[in-house]
């Protein structure tokens, strides 16, 4: 059995300026998982067309239970390779990538396209596969159901930080990340309080003093 993901987003950025942001992507608020990336091969074809192959090295949070078979310090690191095709004739760009660590444990598998929308020729569309596997006996199913959630909440962060690097690019102010809002949330939530607290102790404080007086005209 395999998990199987099929998606489709969209980013309000010409194909051009999504192809340069892909090659500068990390590092960005969305993406301290990933530790490093290394162009292991680049070349042009005959054709016009980059083929290029990266090895990332990611944080990888697993199920608990796994470090019982892994030693700690490698269960907590991926291997990734990518490699693309870009086809700028035809402003496309194709990417797979895989895990090459962990194998018997789970496999995940991508495939996106990047292509021009066809709705707006200024926005670019990108087409995303992948395949979640697991040879983990007794324990395959449940590996592959925590692969494809993780994985699904990982394609919301890389979309996030698309839109980060783009805006980086095209000279425009990023929009605040969610642990940057959380913050001034917790500091406004904080100088609400102390407002508070110190209007509480005025009232208390003009409230004493209006018995204290009361007090001393029936003296």
């Known amino acids: 059995m395999v998990k199987y993901f099929l998606g489709q987003s ?5 194909w051009d300026q999504v192809f340069a942001a892909f090659w500068q992507r990390y590092p960005n608020p969305y993406s301290k998982h990933v530790l490093t990336e290394d162009i292991v091969h680049r070349e042009v074809t005959p054709d016009q067309k980059l083929l290029s192959r990266r090895l990332l090295t990611k944080a990888n949070r697993m199920p608990r239970w796994t470090e019982r078979l892994f030693r700690a310090s490698v269960a907590h690191s991926v291997y990734i390779l990518e490699d693309s095709v870009v086809d700028p004739q035809n402003q496309t ?5 895989w895990s090459i660590n962990h194998a018997r444990l789970m496999v995940v598998e991508e495939r996106c396209v990047y292509c021009v929308n066809s709705d707006s020729n200024s926005w670019t569309e990108i087409r995303r596969e992948a395949w979640v596997s697991s040879s983990l006996f007794g324990v395959s199913r449940a590996v592959q159901e925590f ?5 699904k909440s990982n394609v919301t962060k890389t979309m996030k930080g698309f839109e980060y690097i783009l805006a980086k ?3 425009e102010t990023p929009s605040k990340t969610l642990v940057e809002t959380a913050k001034e949330a917790e500091e406004k939530a904080k100088e609400t309080a102390l407002a508070a607290t110190e209007k509480a102790k005025d009232l208390a404080k003009k409230a ?3 018995q204290q007086q009361q007090q001393q005209q029936f003296v």
């Open 93 to 97: 760009m194709t990417t797979f990538t």
């Open 208 to 210: 004493a003093t209006k």
């Open 169 to 171: 690019l095209q000279g």
């Open 10 to 14: 969209v980013l309000r950025s010409s």
């Open 147 to 151: 692969g494809l959630a993780r994985f």
